[in-house]
């Protein structure tokens, strides 16, 4: 079916939270239409094994385990959670209300330092809305605000529980062109200087930290923040960069000349098409803003829809995110978009994506792109057993996630708004709230 188309101090680098929930189940899933999320083609009449919070087994002729639970899918497609890759999900409630957005802090004396981890809040109502709509991690970003660099972001699953980060000081996160050019004092030669001159911090700390002069609050680059680049500069951890200019992206690619171990994955990437084949020679994975066409500003003037596709056609790793595209909250959009790639193949002209790939870039490619596909996104053994059964083909408007599982750990997926349709719908008389009496 073609889908309309939508235009519209010192920190330890990441380490891998490995626990298992206690409430792990032992589930095969029968009679699937599985996907794989590698891009590989679904298989009909297949079989996902989950134990102990992994996946141990997924495919055809594969055998249900004695002693498990065994759930018939009965054909329904079964799948990877979708890993949403990039939001701000779990550190903003209500954008206008500063006392519940902790996305930014403009007034620290620290900004590479500052780690997102410890305010991530499970109880914030986007995670539960997004887990109904099959999402089962996501990569969360913190915002800039006074500095070209953020601070550090995290991985986080989206399970029912308290225990959601699964990756602390994931990535750092860095703005640069137009937003980059503006906190660094006006110019995108000002926000390169601070690129540079912080990395050299970060090198310099490296070789001495005991050396490394904290000048207090008037110093550029100080010690926690330097702190907090060296597993970047070193390439322990990767640099999310929002940038969407081709000759940005360009400059940016040009530091690897002088910091090759840096991990550079590029967020945004309007006009990364121009440059397809110079981010695919330099190994640098893609979290693209699926269908910006028309150009929101100077920056994107060469946008177009087919951006996504022209890139994975040129063999770069893409993966979806929405930067600046209510993305606290609705991370689920990331499911419409893939549909709308895959319809963008019927449109003469166009390129697109098909649906092996386009699912793919909301699942495995989306992982693969952040460094964690040997641990997330795709049902491959050993994986994390994040598992979702559909209604229909999940990139259709009108399916829905029948189960979703989370570490092997069936969830919930009720939502506040489901609660409210149904006080709601037929109201009766001394049945509401004492509140809504007047």
């Not at 065994?70 to 500063?98: C, S």
Request: with cysteine; net charge neutral; proline share 5%.
């Amino acid at each position: 079916m073609i889908r309309w188309l939508i235009g519209t101090a010192a920190l330890a680098p990441a380490t891998l939270v490995l626990a298992t929930p206690c409430a792990a189940q032992s589930v095969a899933i029968t009679n699937a239409k599985l996907v794989v999320g590698d891009g590989s083609a679904p298989v009909d009449g297949a079989t996902v094994v989950i134990q102990g919070g992994k996946v141990v087994a997924a495919g055809k002729g594969v055998a249900a385990p004695a002693g498990v639970e065994v759930i018939d899918a009965g054909g329904r497609y079964v799948t990877p959670g979708i890993v949403a890759g990039f939001t701000r999900m779990g550190i903003v409630e209500v954008d206008g209300v500063d006392e519940t957005n902790d996305a930014a802090a403009g007034n620290s004396p620290f900004h590479a330092a500052i780690d997102v981890a410890p305010a991530i809040n499970p109880k914030t109502s986007a995670i539960a809305l997004n887990r109904a709509e099959g999402i089962t991690r996501a990569v969360v970003a913190p915002a800039t605000r006074g500095s070209i660099f953020a601070g550090q972001g995290a991985i986080i699953d989206l399970g029912a529980d308290e225990n959601s980060v699964t990756v602390p000081r994931a990535f750092q996160f860095l703005e640069y062109g137009e937003t980059g050019a503006q906190v660094a004092g006006g110019s995108r030669p000002a926000a390169m200087v601070a690129l540079r001159d912080a990395l050299k911090a970060a090198r310099a700390y490296a070789k001495a930290p005991g050396a490394y002069l904290d000048q207090g609050r008037d110093v550029l680059v100080n010690r926690a923040d330097a702190a907090a680049l060296e597993p970047v500069v070193n390439g322990r951890v990767p640099l999310l960069v929002h940038v969407e200019r081709a000759s940005d992206m360009r400059a940016l690619i040009a530091l690897k000349a002088d910091y090759p171990a840096l991990r550079l994955v590029f967020v945004g990437a309007s006009e990364g098409w121009v440059v397809a084949r110079e981010l695919a020679a330099a190994k640098i994975p893609v979290l693209a803003s699926a269908l910006n066409d028309l150009p929101e500003s100077f920056e994107m003037l060469a946008a177009t829809q087919s951006n996504v596709g022209r890139m994975k056609a040129a063999g770069v790793q893409v993966g979806l995110g929405i930067i600046n595209d209510n993305d606290a909250r609705q991370a689920r959009y990331e499911k419409q978009y893939a549909g709308n790639l895959v319809a963008l193949t019927k449109v003469p002209g166009a390129s697109g994506l098909s649906w092996d790939a386009a699912f793919a870039s909301i699942t495995g490619g989306a992982a693969e792109a952040i460094g964690l596909g040997g641990e997330l996104g795709t049902l491959k053994p050993g994986r994390r057993g994040d598992v979702v059964i559909w209604s229909g083909d999940p990139l259709e408007l009108d399916s829905a996630a029948e189960s979703v599982f989370i570490d092997g750990v069936k969830q919930p997926l009720g939502t506040r708004q489901a609660e409210l349709l149904k006080r709601y719908r037929q109201p009766q008389e001394g049945a509401l709230p004492k509140a809504y009496e007047r």
